[in-house]
T-cell receptor, first 115, second 115 residues
Framework: EAGVAQSPRYKIIEKRQSVAFWCNPI?????LYWYQQILGQGPKLLIQ????????DSQLPKDRFSAERLKGVDSTLKIQPAKLEDSAVYLC?????????????FGPGTRLLVL | AQKITQTQPGMFVQEKEAVTLDCTYD???????LFWYKQPSSGEMIFLIY??????QNATEGRYSLNFQKARKSANLVISASQLGDSAMYFC????????????FGTGTRLQVFP
């Protein structure tokens, strides 16, 4: 079974530029998550989708971050415009139904550096 | 508010020895789940073990076991017979409540296994 795929793996941009990350979850997984992991910290949930609907986006900085999952499969996370403090690893995860006790499976992440 | 605390920024262990990574949590909910993830330098979060708050027995998965002490609100990870490949960051995470699957992560512990 293929795991969670993410691209690109690395991205370097200048502040005020825009950037987009792509995630393809494990086949059949209804729930998809985007996490932000700043150096030296644990991941923090940005947004959670159940199929193509948003379940939780309470920690997403909506003035600059946006995410979509149009067909309930792939997802993109966009930052526009980027700030220096957005430098982090962006992790995508998926789970089958998003139920309590269910494991979230993570992708390799996208390392973003904003100069 | 729910919180995960990992007080050990770094740990060293000799190959073949056992090591315990500490995790304490704070929640007012009666139903919750506790997870441990391993993050090697490649960046991917790898699920290791899960403990539900109502599980009466400590969880075990191969060389990993979770020392769950509910009254003390601790969920320490025990790795037996350490291997060089165990060198990585280890994160404790909590899912609070029955109808949510949002994970709250600790700051992690870096484990170094030496020959």
């Amino acid at each position: 079974e293929a795991g969670v795929a993410q691209s690109p793996r690395y991205k370097i941009i200048e502040k005020r530029q825009s950037v987009a990350f792509w995630c393809n979850p494990i086949s059949g997984h209804a729930t998809l998550y985007w996490y932000q992991q700043i150096l030296g910290q644990g991941p923090k949930l940005l947004i959670q989708f159940q199929n193509n609907g948003v379940v939780d986006d309470s920690q997403l900085p909506k003035d600059r971050f946006s995410a979509e999952r149009l067909k309930g499969v792939d997802s993109t996370l966009k930052i526009q415009p980027a700030k220096l403090e957005d430098s982090a690893v962006y992790l995508c995860a998926s789970s089958l139904f998003g139920a309590t006790g269910e494991t979230q499976y993570f992708g390799p992440g996208t390392r973003l550096l904003v100069l | 508010a729910q919180k995960i605390t990992q007080t050990q920024p770094g740990m060293f262990v000799q190959e073949k020895e056992a090591v315990t990574l500490d995790c304490t949590y704070d929640t007012s909910d009666q139903s919750y789940g506790l997870f441990w993830y391993k993050q090697p330098s490649s960046g991917e979060m790898i699920f290791l073990i899960y403990q539900g708050s109502y599980d009466e027995q400590n969880a075990t998965e191969g060389r990993y076991s979770l020392n769950f002490q509910k009254a003390r609100k601790s969920a320490n990870l025990v790795i037996s017979a350490s291997q060089l490949g165990d060198s990585a960051m280890y994160f404790c995470a909590m899912r609070e409540g029955y109808n949510t699957d949002k994970l709250i992560f600790g700051t992690g512990t870096r484990l170094q296994v030496f020959p």
